[in-house]
Protein backbone atom coordinates (compact mmCIF):
# COMPACT_ATOMS: atom_id res chain seq x y z
CA UNK A 1 0.00 0.00 0.00
CA UNK A 2 1.22 3.36 -0.98
CA UNK A 3 1.79 5.99 1.63
CA UNK A 4 -0.94 9.12 1.52
CA UNK A 5 -0.07 12.13 0.08
CA UNK A 6 -0.15 15.42 1.72
CA UNK A 7 -1.63 18.33 -0.75
CA UNK A 8 -1.39 22.15 -0.56
CA UNK A 9 -3.19 24.47 -2.71
CA UNK A 10 -1.55 27.42 -2.16
CA UNK A 11 -1.69 30.81 -4.79
CA UNK A 12 0.95 31.61 -7.27
CA UNK A 13 2.76 34.30 -8.18
CA UNK A 14 0.48 34.92 -11.46
CA UNK A 15 -2.63 34.74 -9.12
CA UNK A 16 -3.93 31.73 -10.08
CA UNK A 17 -4.02 28.39 -7.57
CA UNK A 18 -2.32 25.45 -7.54
CA UNK A 19 -2.66 21.86 -5.57
CA UNK A 20 0.58 20.33 -4.94
CA UNK A 21 1.91 17.00 -3.36
CA UNK A 22 4.13 17.60 -1.01
CA UNK A 23 7.55 17.82 -2.14
CA UNK A 24 6.88 17.95 -5.53
CA UNK A 25 8.40 19.91 -8.01
CA UNK A 26 5.18 20.97 -10.11
CA UNK A 27 1.76 21.01 -9.15
CA UNK A 28 -1.02 18.74 -9.83
CA UNK A 29 -3.53 20.84 -11.10
CA UNK A 30 -3.59 24.91 -11.82
CA UNK A 31 -6.99 26.65 -11.68
CA UNK A 32 -8.52 30.24 -11.10
CA UNK A 33 -10.17 30.14 -7.95
CA UNK A 34 -8.67 28.58 -4.15
CA UNK A 35 -12.18 26.41 -3.95
CA UNK A 36 -11.07 24.90 -6.81
CA UNK A 37 -8.04 24.43 -6.52
CA UNK A 38 -9.47 22.69 -2.99
CA UNK A 39 -12.01 20.62 -4.89
CA UNK A 40 -9.07 19.97 -7.39
CA UNK A 41 -6.31 18.19 -4.31
CA UNK A 42 -9.05 16.13 -2.51
CA UNK A 43 -10.27 14.71 -5.92
CA UNK A 44 -7.09 13.97 -6.90
CA UNK A 45 -6.19 12.56 -3.48
CA UNK A 46 -9.27 10.24 -2.96
CA UNK A 47 -8.41 8.50 -6.38
CA UNK A 48 -4.72 7.72 -5.05
CA UNK A 49 -5.81 6.36 -1.32
CA UNK A 50 -6.48 9.07 0.54
CA UNK A 51 -4.64 12.25 2.76
CA UNK A 52 -4.37 15.35 3.81
CA UNK A 53 -5.57 18.41 1.99
CA UNK A 54 -3.92 22.16 3.51
CA UNK A 55 -5.26 25.20 2.52
CA UNK A 56 -3.27 28.05 2.45
CA UNK A 57 -4.48 31.66 2.33
CA UNK A 58 -2.93 34.17 0.29
CA UNK A 59 -0.43 35.26 2.97
CA UNK A 60 0.70 31.42 2.96
CA UNK A 61 -0.68 30.88 6.71
CA UNK A 62 -2.55 27.17 6.67
CA UNK A 63 -6.08 28.37 6.76
CA UNK A 64 -7.43 24.85 7.23
CA UNK A 65 -6.42 20.99 7.40
CA UNK A 66 -8.37 17.77 6.11
CA UNK A 67 -8.31 13.93 5.72
CA UNK A 68 -9.33 12.77 2.97
CA UNK A 69 -10.67 9.56 3.11
CA UNK A 70 -9.52 6.81 3.00
CA UNK A 71 -6.48 8.75 4.95
CA UNK A 72 -5.28 8.28 8.15
CA UNK A 73 -6.85 11.34 10.33
CA UNK A 74 -3.99 12.16 12.80
CA UNK A 75 -6.32 13.43 15.20
CA UNK A 76 -9.55 11.52 14.66
CA UNK A 77 -13.10 12.50 16.62
CA UNK A 78 -13.58 10.86 20.09
CA UNK A 79 -16.83 8.58 20.55
Known sequence: M???KTY????RPDGKWQARAEGAAHAS???????AADRRAAEIS???GGGE???HGR???IKDKR???PGND??????
Open 67 to 69: TIA
Open 59 to 61: DGS
Open 53 to 55: VIR
Open 46 to 48: RNS
Open 2 to 4: TRP
Open 29 to 35: AVTDTQA
Open 74 to 79: PHPPKG
Open 8 to 11: HVTQ
